[in-house]
């Protein structure tokens, strides 16, 4: 069955250091993987798109790597600040191509 | 601020009940999707609308319906509600109707069934 997996558990880390989470996926052959960002009772935020033929994207502090071989994607952020403190959600298309699918998502904590 | 507005932000209601969620989406862009976000459940696909038009239906209840008007709004509307239709439903809208176009999400409605 297809199954998009991120670490349920929350990530902690100290101000100033590199976050990095991972999505992984199985039984889907994604052309392009999204993620996003959610404040807690707050819509998602679209943060990165990467294409299945690009195996590296950044944007200012973030960067998303996907590996098509491995099935998994991920993401991080540089010199993470407490205002980075959230909820990070990868997406993929559904089955069918008709929706996205989006995973459980992991929260991240940074600390001062 | 996303530019899509939901109404209302909050909807306390009762087991058997009828109720129905609005959303307006950014100006010019032509595709509503509705998602419902529960704690054991995650962000779910509801359905999207492209133009006026059903585009794709995820995991909607046959409770469940919607519609997109030709102003461009939509509406999401609930019936014979269960106490595990408490969650938070998003409306996200997006220029086409590709899946590699970003999605911008409301504020959500929260609703809570009694």
């Known amino acids: 069955s297809q199954k998009i997996e991120q670490n349920s558990e929350a990530l902690n880390i100290q101000e100033g250091k590199t976050a990095t989470l991972t999505c992984n996926y199985t039984?889907?052959?994604?052309?392009?993987l999204q993620w996003y960002r959610q404040d807690p009772g707050r819509g998602p935020v679209f943060l990165l798109l990467?294409?299945?033929?690009?195996k590296e994207k950044r944007k200012e502090r973030l960067k998303v790597t996907f590996d098509t071989t491995l099935k998994q994607s991920l993401f991080h952020i540089t010199a993470s600040q407490p205002a980075d403190s959230a909820t990070y959600l990868c997406?993929?298309?559904?089955?069918?191509?008709?929706?996205?699918?989006f995973g459980s998502g992991t929260r991240l904590q940074v600390q001062p | 601020d996303s530019g899509v507005t939901q109404t209302p932000k909050h909807l306390i209601t009762a087991t058997g009940q009828r109720v129905t969620l609005r959303c307006s989406p950014r100006?010019?862009?032509?595709?509503v999707y509705w998602y419902q976000q529960s704690l054991d459940q995650g962000l779910q696909f509801l359905i999207q609308y492209y133009n006026g038009e059903e585009r794709a239906k995820g995991n909607i209840l046959e409770r469940f319906s919607a519609q997109q008007f030709p102003d461009l709004h939509s509406e999401l509307n609930l019936s014979s509600l269960e106490l595990g239709d408490s969650a938070l439903y998003f409306c996200?809208?997006?220029?086409?109707?590709?899946?590699?176009?970003?999605?911008?999400f409301g504020p959500g409605t929260r609703l809570l069934v009694l």
């Open positions: 997406a993929l298309e559904g089955t069918g191509r008709r929706a996205l699918t």
């Open positions: 039984n889907y052959s994604p052309a392009y």
């Open positions: 996200a809208s997006s220029v086409g109707q590709g899946l590699w176009e970003t999605q911008y």
């Open positions: 990467i294409r299945e033929n690009e």
């Open positions: 100006s010019g862009d032509l595709s």
